[in-house]
């Protein structure tokens, strides 16, 4: 075989806990992200990404002691991501145990400290996040602030430019399509993963398995990040490995 | 598996996750140093990287002794050696990531850019994907068959076909294990390919070759 697809659970921390509802029937606390990592670990996630909406300061350190312990129970590759603004950012989250680190907001600012990153640290461990919105047919803008600010940047422009300064992957998401479960935006995502030589991962928008295959097969994209549709139960890790073997694609069984 | 172990710290990055991952397998006296005496007194050495081959190998070269202590223990006493990621190609004669850098060349080769065959063979090579057995290679009793977590754009390649202990696919064969009397490495991550992973180390710790 090939390369799997990843299918990537995303779990929204802020302050120390899990934001949005979660539902393993097993959890003492089901607001715990230690405890969730593990249920996904023991579930067979192929990776597992850490996304930190902590409004202030404190909540970033809170947020290395739980990728350290997390790290301490947990066999599978961890991708954190929200807050990154520099070098130092990314290193302290590598140095407790996560191994890749999102940049976000701070390369749309400052698209060069995605190549600080991958020149300190390694592109394998230095994810670029897209967020984007389409303004027009096959055309897509950079927004931040969880999507309500328009930057006027392109966003196939701007992946692609963070690809070449030395992202080792690409974390698409369509920020229309966020918290919808209508699907992803597969023309997005096929749009920068066919322009990009590394790796995409689609994200925004499942509501089914099905959405999770057009991902791959629509989308092109390597790997598969979905929230709710795994927090909440309706489908689990080993139904979404599944639906993809089923669609012919390569997959862990 | 109460025996001193060497994790090598000369600054990899995934130090702390091989450390857990030993630990999770059974191994209950890890010492994590870049002391070329503590070297010298370990039963089994691990030697961690990743992120580039020159700054991982320029690492190892900073610390005073500490190859040299690497050499005696591993190649004239023979104690039981593992490589992981770059710790892997750090075995081979020489690196070409950004410029040729020479390695430890316990295992004569190369460590080259994976060539991108299709365009939708995407590089690095990040995911899960087999290790198969290599033909005609008989010191791979510490590698199962399986799939295990690789994350690289760089591959090695090693001169003699009969140090490559397993392989794996990705727009061809890339190597993903190799060995060698009393060294092992992988290209894989072990601490990152749960319950695979954790066996392989567990295996790694009984190892008496």
């Known amino acids: 075989m090939t390369v799997r697809i990843r299918v990537i659970p995303c779990l929204d921390v802020a302050d120390g806990r899990v934001v949005k509802g979660v539902n393993f029937v097993d959890l003492k ?99 670029a996040s897209i967020d984007a ?25 701007h992946a692609v430019k963070l690809a070449e300064l030395g992202a080792g992957e690409l974390l698409v998401t369509s920020m229309d399509g966020d918290g919808t479960k209508a699907g992803y935006d597969l023309a997005l995502t096929r749009t920068i993963a066919d322009a990009v030589s590394v790796p995409v991962v689609a994200s925004g928008g499942v509501g089914t398995l099905d959405h999770l295959v057009e991902g791959v097969t629509q989308g092109h994209a390597s790997a598969v990040l979905a929230a709710s549709i795994f927090h909440f139960g309706t489908y689990t890790i080993a139904e979404a490995h599944a639906a993809l073997r089923n669609a012919g694609l390569p997959a862990r069984a | 598996m109460s025996e001193a172990l060497a994790l090598i710290d000369y600054g990899a990055g995934n130090l702390h996750s091989v450390h857990n991952a030993l630990k999770a397998a059974g191994a209950h006296h890890v010492t994590v140093t870049a002391d070329p005496d503590l070297v010298m007194g370990a039963k089994r050495i691990v030697l961690p990287g990743v992120g580039s081959y020159k700054a991982c190998m320029k690492g190892l070269d900073a610390i005073p002794g500490l190859v040299e202590a690497l050499e005696e223990r591993v190649l004239e006493d023979g104690v039981p050696f593992l490589g992981i990621c770059v710790g892997m190609q750090l075995l081979a004669t020489q690196g070409v990531e950004h410029g040729i850098t020479c390695g430890l060349g316990w295992i004569p080769g190369e460590v080259r850019l994976i060539e991108r065959t299709d365009p939708a063979i ?31 754009s760089y591959h090695f390649v090693p001169d003699n076909g009969r140090d490559i202990a397993a392989m794996t696919d990705h727009g061809g064969g890339l190597v993903a294990a190799v060995a060698r009397d009393n060294i092992l490495g992988v290209q894989f991550h072990p601490e990152k390919s749960q319950r695979y992973g954790l066996d392989l180390l567990t295996r790694f710790l009984d190892w008496k070759p």
């Open chain 1, 133 to 157: 919105r389409r303004v027009a047919e096959g055309k897509w803008e950079i927004f931040t602030h969880g999507g309500r600010k328009p930057t006027g940047i392109d966003a196939l422009e």
């Open chain 1, 29 to 127: 606390d089901a607001g715990d992200p230690v405890e969730q990592a593990q249920a996904y670990d023991a579930a067979g996630a192929d990776e597992l990404c850490f996304l930190d909406i902590s409004a202030s300061h404190e909540g970033r350190g809170t947020l290395l002691d739980i990728v350290r312990r997390t790290a301490e129970v947990c066999f599978m590759p961890v991708t954190v991501g929200g807050g990154v603004r520099t070098v130092d950012d990314a290193r302290a989250l590598l140095l407790a145990g996560a191994d890749k680190v999102a940049v976000n907001s701070a390369a749309v600012s400052r698209p060069e400290v995605v190549n600080e990153i991958a020149e300190k640290m390694g592109s394998q461990c230095c994810v």
């Open chain 2, 122 to 152: 995407k590089v690095p090579h990040m995911g899960w994907n087999d290790v198969a057995h290599a033909h005609h290679h008989d010191g791979a009793e510490l590698i199962e068959e399986g799939e295990a977590y690789f994350l690289h």
